[in-house]
Protein backbone atom coordinates (compact mmCIF):
# COMPACT_ATOMS: atom_id res chain seq x y z
CA UNK A 1 0.00 0.00 0.00
CA UNK A 2 3.20 2.59 0.03
CA UNK A 3 4.05 1.87 -3.11
CA UNK A 4 4.19 4.14 -5.78
CA UNK A 5 4.22 2.90 -9.40
CA UNK A 6 5.78 5.00 -12.57
CA UNK A 7 5.43 4.45 -16.18
CA UNK A 8 6.76 4.33 -18.78
CA UNK A 9 10.47 2.96 -17.49
CA UNK A 10 11.87 4.92 -20.20
CA UNK A 11 11.04 7.26 -22.85
CA UNK A 12 12.13 8.88 -26.14
CA UNK A 13 10.56 12.31 -27.39
CA UNK A 14 11.91 14.50 -30.09
CA UNK A 15 12.36 18.33 -29.87
CA UNK A 16 9.23 20.32 -29.19
CA UNK A 17 7.21 17.48 -28.49
CA UNK A 18 5.25 16.65 -25.65
CA UNK A 19 6.70 14.40 -22.86
CA UNK A 20 4.17 12.06 -20.38
CA UNK A 21 5.11 10.17 -17.41
CA UNK A 22 2.69 8.87 -14.88
CA UNK A 23 2.50 6.90 -11.30
CA UNK A 24 -0.23 5.37 -9.16
CA UNK A 25 -0.56 5.29 -6.03
CA UNK A 26 -2.58 2.71 -3.43
CA UNK A 27 -2.24 4.44 0.10
CA UNK A 28 -5.13 7.64 0.38
CA UNK A 29 -3.23 9.05 3.15
CA UNK A 30 -0.60 10.67 0.52
CA UNK A 31 -0.89 14.17 1.04
CA UNK A 32 1.97 15.57 -1.35
CA UNK A 33 3.23 14.70 -4.78
CA UNK A 34 6.44 15.84 -5.75
CA UNK A 35 8.27 15.61 -9.18
CA UNK A 36 11.84 15.63 -9.33
CA UNK A 37 14.56 15.66 -12.04
CA UNK A 38 17.63 13.39 -11.67
CA UNK A 39 20.81 13.92 -13.99
CA UNK A 40 23.39 11.58 -13.87
CA UNK A 41 26.02 11.61 -10.51
CA UNK A 42 23.42 14.44 -9.26
CA UNK A 43 20.91 14.65 -6.46
CA UNK A 44 17.12 15.14 -7.11
CA UNK A 45 15.77 18.25 -7.96
CA UNK A 46 12.33 19.29 -7.09
CA UNK A 47 10.60 20.35 -10.18
CA UNK A 48 6.72 20.79 -9.08
CA UNK A 49 4.67 19.45 -6.52
CA UNK A 50 0.73 19.10 -6.17
CA UNK A 51 -1.36 18.55 -3.24
CA UNK A 52 -4.69 16.40 -3.30
CA UNK A 53 -7.14 19.55 -3.58
CA UNK A 54 -6.46 20.43 -6.75
CA UNK A 55 -6.47 18.82 -10.11
CA UNK A 56 -3.98 20.18 -12.42
CA UNK A 57 -0.85 22.78 -11.75
CA UNK A 58 1.04 24.02 -14.13
CA UNK A 59 5.27 26.07 -13.90
CA UNK A 60 6.34 26.91 -17.01
CA UNK A 61 6.63 24.15 -19.91
CA UNK A 62 5.56 21.53 -16.29
CA UNK A 63 2.14 20.50 -15.50
CA UNK A 64 0.99 18.15 -13.09
CA UNK A 65 -2.83 16.20 -13.43
CA UNK A 66 -3.94 15.28 -10.34
CA UNK A 67 -6.83 12.45 -10.54
CA UNK A 68 -8.05 11.87 -7.15
CA UNK A 69 -10.51 9.41 -7.39
CA UNK A 70 -8.63 6.94 -9.80
CA UNK A 71 -5.41 7.27 -7.44
CA UNK A 72 -3.27 8.75 -10.24
CA UNK A 73 -1.18 11.79 -11.39
CA UNK A 74 1.02 12.85 -14.21
CA UNK A 75 3.78 14.88 -15.44
CA UNK A 76 3.52 16.79 -18.79
CA UNK A 77 6.65 18.50 -20.05
CA UNK A 78 5.72 20.30 -22.77
CA UNK A 79 8.17 21.79 -25.90
CA UNK A 80 10.29 19.12 -25.04
CA UNK A 81 13.92 20.28 -25.10
CA UNK A 82 17.41 18.06 -25.67
CA UNK A 83 18.15 19.57 -22.06
CA UNK A 84 14.78 17.92 -20.50
CA UNK A 85 16.84 14.57 -20.72
CA UNK A 86 17.25 12.97 -17.36
CA UNK A 87 15.67 10.78 -14.93
CA UNK A 88 12.18 11.72 -13.56
CA UNK A 89 11.13 9.88 -10.14
CA UNK A 90 7.33 11.17 -9.23
CA UNK A 91 7.39 10.78 -4.98
CA UNK A 92 4.27 10.95 -2.55
CA UNK A 93 4.07 11.19 1.21
CA UNK A 94 1.68 11.56 4.59
CA UNK A 95 1.91 14.73 6.30
CA UNK A 96 5.40 15.54 6.35
CA UNK A 97 6.55 12.21 6.52
CA UNK A 98 8.97 9.87 4.44
CA UNK A 99 8.68 10.50 0.39
CA UNK A 100 7.88 6.96 -1.36
CA UNK A 101 9.44 7.06 -4.79
CA UNK A 102 8.23 5.90 -8.11
CA UNK A 103 10.56 3.79 -9.92
CA UNK A 104 11.74 6.69 -12.10
CA UNK A 105 11.34 7.51 -15.71
CA UNK A 106 14.37 8.03 -18.30
CA UNK A 107 13.51 10.36 -20.69
CA UNK A 108 15.79 11.28 -23.66
CA UNK A 109 14.63 14.24 -26.23
CA UNK A 110 15.92 13.83 -29.39
CA UNK A 111 16.93 16.96 -31.26
CA UNK B 1 16.14 28.97 -1.98
CA UNK B 2 16.70 25.78 0.46
CA UNK B 3 20.22 24.29 0.26
CA UNK B 4 21.51 21.14 1.60
CA UNK B 5 25.36 20.29 1.00
CA UNK B 6 26.95 16.80 0.92
CA UNK B 7 30.47 16.03 1.52
CA UNK B 8 32.39 14.44 -0.11
CA UNK B 9 30.89 14.24 -3.47
CA UNK B 10 33.21 11.33 -4.12
CA UNK B 11 34.89 8.67 -1.67
CA UNK B 12 36.74 5.58 -2.52
CA UNK B 13 38.01 3.38 0.24
CA UNK B 14 39.17 -0.34 0.84
CA UNK B 15 37.27 -2.82 1.96
CA UNK B 16 36.77 -3.00 6.07
CA UNK B 17 37.45 0.73 6.84
CA UNK B 18 34.54 3.18 7.36
CA UNK B 19 33.28 6.42 5.82
CA UNK B 20 31.52 9.24 7.18
CA UNK B 21 29.70 11.09 4.79
CA UNK B 22 28.15 15.24 6.20
CA UNK B 23 24.86 16.36 5.35
CA UNK B 24 24.46 20.06 5.99
CA UNK B 25 21.42 22.46 5.79
CA UNK B 26 23.00 25.59 5.03
CA UNK B 27 20.54 28.13 5.15
CA UNK B 28 17.25 26.23 7.46
CA UNK B 29 17.28 24.13 10.38
CA UNK B 30 16.20 20.55 10.06
CA UNK B 31 14.91 18.70 12.94
CA UNK B 32 14.79 15.49 10.69
CA UNK B 33 16.83 14.84 7.63
CA UNK B 34 16.44 11.45 5.60
CA UNK B 35 19.38 9.13 3.93
CA UNK B 36 18.64 7.38 0.42
CA UNK B 37 20.72 4.69 -1.45
CA UNK B 38 20.52 4.63 -4.96
CA UNK B 39 22.12 2.08 -7.53
CA UNK B 40 22.77 2.70 -11.01
CA UNK B 41 19.48 2.87 -12.83
CA UNK B 42 17.07 2.29 -10.16
CA UNK B 43 15.06 4.37 -7.78
CA UNK B 44 16.22 6.33 -4.38
CA UNK B 45 15.31 3.89 -1.42
CA UNK B 46 15.17 5.41 2.27
CA UNK B 47 17.44 4.40 4.21
CA UNK B 48 17.12 5.57 7.97
CA UNK B 49 15.16 9.10 9.15
CA UNK B 50 17.51 10.94 11.03
CA UNK B 51 16.58 13.18 14.30
CA UNK B 52 18.34 15.60 15.89
CA UNK B 53 19.04 14.88 19.38
CA UNK B 54 17.39 11.30 19.45
CA UNK B 55 18.22 8.01 17.79
CA UNK B 56 17.69 7.46 13.60
CA UNK B 57 14.80 5.68 12.35
CA UNK B 58 15.86 3.05 10.39
CA UNK B 59 13.88 1.38 7.33
CA UNK B 60 13.27 -2.62 7.63
CA UNK B 61 16.53 -4.56 6.27
CA UNK B 62 18.81 -1.70 6.92
CA UNK B 63 21.58 -2.75 9.58
CA UNK B 64 21.65 -0.28 12.22
CA UNK B 65 25.26 -0.94 13.23
CA UNK B 66 26.40 -0.78 9.92
CA UNK B 67 24.71 2.39 9.00
CA UNK B 68 25.60 4.76 11.97
CA UNK B 69 23.76 7.64 11.74
CA UNK B 70 24.18 10.96 13.77
CA UNK B 71 22.52 14.38 13.82
CA UNK B 72 24.37 16.42 16.44
CA UNK B 73 22.63 19.64 15.59
CA UNK B 74 19.92 21.17 13.54
CA UNK B 75 22.08 21.52 10.46
CA UNK B 76 24.19 18.35 10.67
CA UNK B 77 23.18 14.21 10.31
CA UNK B 78 25.96 12.43 9.51
CA UNK B 79 26.13 9.07 8.10
CA UNK B 80 28.89 6.16 8.48
CA UNK B 81 29.46 3.42 6.93
CA UNK B 82 31.27 0.91 8.55
CA UNK B 83 33.35 -2.21 8.04
CA UNK B 84 32.74 -0.93 4.19
CA UNK B 85 32.90 -3.85 1.17
CA UNK B 86 32.05 -3.71 -2.25
CA UNK B 87 28.31 -4.55 -2.25
CA UNK B 88 28.00 -1.14 -0.23
CA UNK B 89 29.57 0.56 -3.09
CA UNK B 90 26.40 3.09 -4.14
CA UNK B 91 24.87 6.71 -4.46
CA UNK B 92 24.35 8.00 -0.61
CA UNK B 93 21.75 10.72 -1.06
CA UNK B 94 20.61 13.06 2.29
CA UNK B 95 17.56 15.42 1.91
CA UNK B 96 15.38 17.96 3.96
CA UNK B 97 12.61 19.57 4.81
CA UNK B 98 13.07 23.15 4.98
CA UNK B 99 9.49 24.09 5.32
CA UNK B 100 8.33 21.54 7.71
CA UNK B 101 5.74 20.20 5.38
CA UNK B 102 7.43 18.00 2.79
CA UNK B 103 8.86 20.09 0.65
CA UNK B 104 12.03 17.87 0.54
CA UNK B 105 15.40 19.49 -0.66
CA UNK B 106 18.36 16.90 -1.33
CA UNK B 107 22.01 17.25 -1.31
CA UNK B 108 24.12 16.11 -4.72
CA UNK B 109 24.66 12.96 -3.36
CA UNK B 110 27.97 11.11 -2.41
CA UNK B 111 29.06 8.14 -4.98
CA UNK B 112 31.57 5.49 -2.74
CA UNK B 113 33.45 2.96 -4.02
CA UNK B 114 34.56 0.12 -1.99
CA UNK B 115 37.70 -1.99 -3.58
Known amino acids: QQQVKQSPQSLIVQKGGISIINCAYE??????FPWYQQFPGKGPALLIA?????SEKKEGRFTISFNKSAKQFSLHIMDSQPGDSATYFC??????????FGQGTELSVKP | GAVVSQHPSRVICKSGTSVKIECRSLDFQATTMFWYRQFPKQSLMLMAT?????????EQGVEKDKFLINHASLTLSTLTVTSAHPEDSSFYIC???????????FGSGTRLTVV
Open chain 1, 91 to 100: AASNQGGKLI
Open chain 1, 50 to 54: IRPDV
Open chain 2, 50 to 58: SNEGSKATY
Open chain 2, 95 to 105: SADPTGGSGYT
Open chain 1, 27 to 32: NTAFDY
